[in-house]
């Protein structure tokens, strides 16, 4: 896998909000025609639909094999279309992946191929055992070196009936899948994506006690991008709450809660939640905020095609309001923004290398890369696997990993 040597990296030219080697009208341009081959038919911009002011977008793929709507946000319009764009295409990259694969169960693999460690994989309870037989598909491994093979389950979007053999065994999803510039933009994004899950995870699992005390303080937040975006919230009359769920990984991550000011129950706009991380703490706060912004806006339109009526109702209750708004409006936090951990490289590849040591010095003994980019459109785009993280707790079905059984342990140690 190809991600440059040094001589070759390049510097990051836009870093209002993320961090990018190109601006995000230059990704648009390059992108765009290949939008009608991918059968993206839509572009919209959605901001105009809630008074907050922060950019958000929708974009349609019809025929899409697993969501038909993406979303994008922004601190810029033009950074959101982006955002949004770049997420239907990396989907329609994983809805039709051409990689060779391999047929056969774990058991039967592991003596011939460098198979990933799967009892460290985000699991369900329905059962994978060794001897299930299902498809893999390689990858290359950033920690030890050289290929390794993972669960295509974990890779793949396609799904439209019937699923491949084997199938339920791993959690499936967009976790961990991104696009970008370059190659080591992809990656990078979709490791700190898998760490946000990890860290969000783990803070759940806290006590409230535990989980208060990570509450950042928005006076403290001295960046000028973040503080716009907090400006713009308070403007539109919407309260926000702030929490830090950065976890021993030591990549900043935060959670971003959002709630109308007021009572109006003529709006019917739910509370919203938005999270983000980034090596550098501005940048994985801007995207909490714009995510929340996003998250707010896309229950407005209400086109997103993966929530059912039922979600909607849980978050109109009246109950879950007002809960909302009580653990957002009694307390302010006492963290200062400034005390989290940042970094910020020369290059996207300084960025990444830093990701991968911090994962390393938690006992992350594999980082998996699988390069979906597809020589016609030439877009980079990556999945990213990495055994250890805990992945989105969701599920009924999930199964609890060794990083979030030892939260749970030490919480109950600390109440006896």
Excluded at 256 to 274: H, K, M, W, Y
Aim: proline residues 6%.
């Amino acid at each position: 896998m190809d991600l440059r040597t040094s001589t070759e990296q390049a510097v990051k030219v836009h870093t209002t909000g993320t961090h990018r080697i190109v601006a995000p009208e230059q990704t648009l341009a390059r992108v765009a025609p290949f939008l009608p081959v991918m059968g993206i038919t839509r572009v919209a911009n959605v901001t105009g639909l809630d008074m907050v002011g922060i950019p958000v977008v929708m974009v349609t793929r019809p025929n899409s094999r697993s969501v038909s709507v993406a979303q994008g946000k922004g601190v810029t319009l033009a950074a959101a279309k982006a955002s949004g764009v770049m997420e239907s295409v990396e989907s329609y990259h994983a809805e039709r992946i051409t990689l060779p694969l391999k047929y056969g169960s774990y058991e039967e693999l592991r003596w011939s191929h460098p198979i990933v460690d799967v009892q460290r994989l985000p699991r369900l309870a329905s059962g994978f055992t060794p001897h299930t037989p299902m498809l893999w598909v390689e990858g290359t491994d950033l920690l030890g070196g050289g290929p390794k093979w993972v669960p295509f389950e974990m890779v793949h979007l396609n799904f439209t009936l019937p699923l491949p053999p084997g199938s339920g065994s791993f959690v499936a999803g967009s976790n961990g899948l991104a696009s970008g510039n370059s190659l080591a933009e992809a990656i990078g994004h979709a490791i700190t994506e898998l760490v946000e899950r990890d860290g969000a995870t783990l803070w759940r699992l806290r006590g409230l006690e535990a989980q208060e005390a990570t509450r950042i303080d928005p006076a403290t937040v001295a960046d000028p991008v973040c503080a716009s975006l907090l400006d713009r919230f308070d403007a539109a009359g919407v309260d926000v709450g702030l929490w830090e769920i950065t976890s021993d990984i030591g990549l900043p991550a935060f959670l971003c809660r959002i709630v109308t000011r007021e009572d109006a129950p003529q709006q019917s706009i739910r509370p919203a939640l938005g999270m983000g991380c980034h090596a550098a703490r501005e940048v994985a706060l801007s995207r909490a905020l714009t995510e929340a912004a996003q998250s707010r806006l896309t229950f407005i339109a209400g086109a997103r095609d993966d929530m059912p009526r039922a979600e909607y109702e849980r978050h109109l209750d009246p109950v879950q309001h007002e809960r909302w708004k009580r653990r957002i409006t009694e307390d302010t936090g006492v963290r200062d923004f400034a005390t989290v951990p940042t970094f910020s490289g020369r290059t996207i590849e300084d960025d990444l290398a830093h990701q991968l040591d911090r994962l390393r010095a938690v006992g992350i003994e594999e980082v998996v890369a699988v390069d979906l980019t597809k020589p016609e459109f030439g877009i980079p785009v990556a999945r990213v696997v990495i055994p250890g993280l805990e992945g989105i707790d969701e599920s009924p079905d999930y199964l609890l990993g060794a990083r979030a059984r030892a939260v749970i342990d030490l919480g109950a140690g600390e109440e006896s």
